[in-house]
């Protein structure tokens, strides 16, 4: 009778995987909670960034007495205006995807995951591609015999290099909500445990 009495006030064990727990039955952990509002704003700040680039690339146009330019002429800037509008709707939908409590599963999780690598490279090609252009405009290419526009089209020049310098913060934004949701997807997997009696046998690490 004593043992029975014993057992009934111990009770259940506890279980020790209590961020990993949360997870796999829909529940928002601790540091979860705390981390959202945070996500929530750098979810929102690339849609300004984004539409403060798009717009001044937009109206990147100068015309003297040499011609016209526009950033129509160029491919990599139209790339630039594609992109930004693209990443902008994305900022908008996670950040109300986020601001909104939900239980956090680990589909939910690779979702995100996903699209967050896939706008980040976007958004980024897109920087380096127009920072490229920007190179040539300002410096030409000798091998090639391109000679440098931007003192022709100094006005053309400085815009674009503006919208470019606000795509690269908008990429800087977009590189951290790449961390927070690789941290939040692998953290839920256990590490590989090693084999010590079958040597060279690689263990597959599995959702906790």
């Known amino acids: 009778m004593s043992k029975m009495a014993?057992?009934?006030?111990?009770?259940?064990?506890?279980?020790?995987?209590?961020?990993?727990?949360?997870?796999?039955?829909?529940?928002?952990?601790?540091?979860?909670?705390?981390?959202?509002?945070?996500?929530?704003?750098?979810?929102?700040?690339?849609?300004g960034l984004c539409v403060a680039a798009m717009a001044v690339m937009l109206r990147d146009t100068q015309t003297n007495e040499y011609g016209t330019v526009s950033y129509s002429d160029l491919g990599g800037f139209k790339y630039l205006v594609y992109a930004n509008g693209l990443c902008a709707a994305y900022s908008l939908v996670s950040a109300f995807y986020t601001a909104v409590p939900r239980p956090a599963t680990l589909s939910r999780s690779w979702i995100v995951f996903l699209l967050d690598q896939v706008f980040t490279y976007l958004i980024l090609a897109a920087g380096a591609a127009s920072a490229e252009l920007l190179y040539l405009a300002y410096n030409g290419d000798k091998e090639v015999t391109w000679s440098e526009a931007c003192g022709v089209f100094g006005g053309f020049c400085r815009q674009a290099k503006t919208s470019v310098a606000i795509t690269f913060g908008s990429v800087v934004c977009y590189i951290v909500l790449s961390l927070i949701s690789s941290y939040r997807l692998f953290s839920a997997y256990d590490a590989p445990v090693p084999s010590h009696g079958n040597k060279g046998v690689e263990i597959a690490a599995f959702p906790r």
């Open 6 to 47: 014993d057992e009934k006030v111990m009770g259940p064990p506890a279980s020790g995987g209590g961020g990993e727990d949360a997870m796999l039955a829909g529940e928002l952990s601790p540091a979860e909670a705390r981390v959202r509002p945070l996500e929530t704003l750098l979810r929102a700040a690339p849609l």
